[in-house]
Structures are given as C-alpha cells and as structure tokens.
C-alpha cells in the first residue's frame, strides 16, 4: 500500500501511549467508535495484542517471533506466571481463566479504552504469516461485506436524526467482532444454539465438491462454527462478551470445558435471538436464504426448540459477532490441513503442477493479493548502525533483501482461495512441529528478530490511517502487570526449538553475552575488538 509521507510528517510530534491509530476515516467504519481526535487533526485510537499465556514453552516463543518479526504491537502475556493449579485459585483452570484474564485487562481504563481495536490469540498454537496491515486492512473489509449481508438480511430499524449533517440509519444488527470459523462444533451438544442455531458459511455451496457437507469426519465441511482461539474488534464490545462470558462461569457452571464452550454458546444465543427477530417480523423465508438449508452433518437441529430458550427477557444476547468463514484473517486448523498448501506465487509451474490447484474448484483464482503485494517487503534492508542492540554481524544477519512476497512460500488456503494473516493449530498438534521449518521467515528468524530490535520505530500503515508503537519494546513481550520481558528472558534455551539454525544461545552467538540499553549503548560485556 501506498505511503503517505505528509501524514508520517504530521505525527513526529505525536506522544500517546499504546500502538496507536491515527486516521480520518476507519473509525466511521466501525459506528460505535467514540472520535478522539489529537492536536494535528487525526482521530487516534489504540491497537492492542493480547495472547493469553500462564507460562513460557517453545510453541509460545514460536507465537512471539512470529509476531515480532512481522511488526506487530509487542505482545501483552495475559496470565503470564499465574498457577492454575493452585488450590487456592477461584479459576477452575487455565482456559477458564484465561475469560477472566482477558477481561480483568480489558477493564484497565488506564491501558484500554473502549475506542481501542484488541486481537486476542491463542499463545501456544498461533502463528502470525503476513503483516499487521494487512490483518487490520481485512479486518474492515470483512466488516463491511458482513454489514452488506446483515443490511440486507434485516433492513433499516429506523431513521435518526442527521449528525454532523451526514443522515444516519440504526440496522437492527451489525457486526463489529471477527473470531476465527471452524468446521466441527465442539464441545458443545448438537442441540445447543452453538451448533443448531448459527448460519451456514459464505464460502460457496459446493466448495469441496459433489461431498461438501456430506463427510462425516468434517474434512470437506465448509467451516461455520465459532472458535474462541482467535478474535479481533473494539474494547467496548470485546469487553461485553468477555463479561457475560465470565457471567456464565462464575453464575451458570457454564466454564467446566473452558472458553471454546462458553463463547461458541454465547455466539449461538445471538443468532438464535436474531432468528427470533425474523420470525416476529414474519420474514423467515429471508433468513433461510441466507442461512440456506440446515442439512449439514455437524448441524443437528431440532427446528422446534434449541437447547437453551432464551427465556432470559432482561439478558440481550446481540453482541456483534461474526466469522471469518473463508480465512482471510485467521486459518483455524483442524481437519483443515489438506485445504492448505505452501505456494510460490511467481511459479507458474508449481501453481499448475499442485494436485490440490487442480482439484480445487476456485483454482484459477490463485493469484497473490494485491493487499500483499504492495504491503512491506518481507525482509527489509540491512540496519548496520554502529553500536545499537544486536549490533549488524556479517555472519548472522545477512538477508535475502531481493526477495518479495512473490519469492517466498506461503500457506495458503486452496478452497477459499486465501492467503490467511495467522495459522490457528487447534486440533493435531503434530504440525507445530512439522510445519514450522515451512514457514517463509523460518531460515531467517534469527537475522528478522535481531533486525526488528535493532531498526527504529516504525508506524503500521493502513491507507491513509497509521498506527504508532509508543510504549517501547521491541523484541518480547509485556505482561499484563506491567513487566517488559526481553525474547532472550522468555525464551532463552528454546533457541534450537524456534530458530533450528545451530547459532547456539540468543546474544551469545558470538561469544560473551552482549547486553544493551535502549540507545545502543553496551551495558555488560566487551565490543568486537575492544
């Protein structure tokens, strides 16, 4: 995407805390966004990555590498230290806990403010492919082909008062939150409105084939069912759900299994209340366009009742959920990895010899998006300022910086014909290990980490709409009590796991640890040389 020089000019002076968003437009995108607008005109909002995570292990090093390298917001570690196995602990254990984690950060005022857009990912089985940019680009695009669909499914509630001379329409619903889809509900009963009650996927009917939506090992079923390891949308709204979610656990005995049970419920409640609101309008046949027959294996309704009657008339159950049903954000893996393959877009003869691009239905069009192919090179120049944090070595950061996004293998879903932002290994676990040496910045992880805390503060740029980085940090994580972990404290002895490359241990590479301040001033050994 195209630079916007004067706008980065602008926002020198700019000295807000959190990665923060500058822009004139997205907010609107968005309705409920309150306008918080700094001194040089822009409207600022905050962007905030949160990964739930009680301990260190290799999977999470692999979530936070992934995470840096790409130039994501340094990570929040919600739990980071918490034992939930502890008698004393009102948290039944670790994925119930990790509602209230979330939640109790998502109510610091002085950290998160409702205007603030969060991404919550799993910390042991997520990893990050293409960069933010392009994550926060789709995450609007999403919303506003959700909002098209939703527009014309339940048509204008009313007309309001004009404001600030623009005439402005309240729909009955809206969608503002984006979790990942998956293709097996789960741990839910059939019956529940988790299941029987959630709208069938927009990918196309017969995606798969003459089989779609008749394996009964889901495989070849379109996904549409929520998953709670990946979300992305507003403080406000993230907040609501993650309330009633703790609500449930802590009133209903809902968080016995954890959070994938409670937030695939909650996601049923609010398409079982909408259909409500169809019938009541007596326009049922519309929604059944929409949602298209419910004959699919996994969707075991009994069309009568759901599990849950929703008798609750003061609890509201509308929270502006949607998915990502053709994984342009987030991949989630389970009985999905035959749908992905690792391509090389400039190879015409890879995309024609794949047995799956043959196969596939929407093979012809597998071509690289323009989101990436204009977004930041995946491997920058050099940085070889004298002196800084993990100072240029000829023989640790050489990187290919003629190589663009065409050049380098991407796991890209085949049948929704998507290059996903992040992989979700929900499901086998046996890919966290075979796949990692696949991905594209895997041969070079070291060099990328080391070149992301070396370079300086750079903004993430979306259009016309920037986001700066003004806590500090670069290479590790926050915890959610405030304490900065450098990736060497957190994942120091993983390095064979995540990097593979022999270099032995971070900051050592070369011998005696180095250690640097914040200015590139050597705080604890001695310079090549000296």
């Not at 939150?177 to 019956?191: H, I, S, T």
């Not at 990918?203 to 998953?227: A, E, I």
């Not at 003061?314 to 959920?321: K, L, V």
């Not at 944090?389 to 910086?401: G, M, R």
Request: aromatic fraction near 10%; hydrophobic fraction near 35%; charge should be negative.
């Amino acid at each position: 995407m195209r630079r916007n020089v004067s706008l980065l000019m602008a926002l020198v002076s700019t000295s807000l805390m959190g990665f923060v968003w500058v822009g004139m437009s997205l907010g609107s995108r968005l309705g409920k966004l309150k306008d918080n607008h700094s001194s040089n005109g822009f409207i600022d909002h905050s962007f905030h990555l949160l990964i739930p995570a009680s301990r260190t292990t290799p999977e999470l090093c692999k979530t936070l590498i992934s995470a840096n390298i790409l130039n994501y917001p340094p990570p929040i570690l919600v739990n980071f230290g918490k034992d939930f196995n502890d008698a004393d602990s009102n948290n039944t254990g670790s994925h119930t806990g990790k509602l209230r984690g979330v939640l109790d950060h998502l109510r610091d005022d002085r950290q998160i403010h409702d205007e603030d857009i969060l991404l919550v990912v799993d910390g042991y089985d997520v990893w990050f492919q293409l960069p933010p940019e392009i994550m926060i680009e789709r995450y609007y695009a999403l919303l506003d082909k959700a909002n098209a669909r939703l527009k014309k499914e339940y048509r204008v509630l009313a007309r309001e008062t004009p404001v600030h001379n623009h005439s402005t329409q309240a729909f009955t619903f809206s969608q503002t939150v984006v979790y990942g889809a998956d293709k097996a509900c789960w741990p839910n009963p059939p019956e529940d409105p988790a299941c029987a009650d959630i709208p069938t996927s927009t990918l196309p009917r017969m995606v798969y084939g003459p089989r779609t939506n008749k394996d009964s090992d889901d495989y070849l079923v379109r996904p549409r069912y929520l998953n709670s390891g990946t979300v992305i949308g507003p403080a406000s709204d993230l907040k609501a759900i993650y309330n009633y979610a703790v609500d449930k656990v802590e009133n209903e005995n809902r968080g016995v299994i954890g959070d994938q049970f409670v937030l695939s419920e909650i996601f049923g409640e609010q398409e079982a209340q909408r259909r409500k609101t169809l019938d009541s309008r007596q326009t049922a046949s519309a929604w059944f366009r929409w949602r298209g027959p419910r004959s699919d294996p996994s969707a075991a309704r009994a069309d009568a009742t759901t599990a849950n009657d929703l008798s609750d008339s003061h609890q509201d159950h509308e929270f502006s959920i949607g998915l990502d049903y053709e994984s342009a954000l987030f991949q989630t893996m389970t009985h999905s990895h035959e749908d992905l393959e690792f391509i090389t877009y400039n190879s015409t003869t890879h995309l024609s010899s794949s047995p799956k691009t043959r196969n596939s239905p929407r093979h012809h069009h597998l071509e690289l998006p323009l989101d990436i192919q204009d977004s930041t090179p995946p491997f920058p120049s050099n940085i070889t300022t004298k002196n800084p944090i993990h100072a240029f070595s000829p023989n640790l950061d050489i990187l290919p910086t003629t190589l663009s996004w065409l050049n380098i293998p991407l796991a890209t879903n085949i049948y929704a014909s998507s290059i996903p932002t992040l992989l979700h290994f929900n499901g086998d676990k046996s890919y966290l290990n075979t796949w990692w040496p696949r991905m594209w910045f895997h041969p070079y992880a070291r060099a990328l980490l080391r070149q992301h805390i070396r370079t300086p503060q750079q903004p993430i740029i979306v259009g016309d709409e920037v986001w700066w980085d003004r806590r500090g940090g670069k290479g590790g994580a926050w915890t959610d009590t405030g304490r900065w972990m450098d990736w060497g404290e957190i994942c120091g002895g993983f390095e064979e796991q995540v990097f593979g490359d022999g270099l032995g241990r971070w900051g050592m590479e070369e011998g005696a640890r180095k250690v640097y301040n914040g200015f590139g001033k050597l705080l604890i050994g001695v310079e090549n040389g000296g």
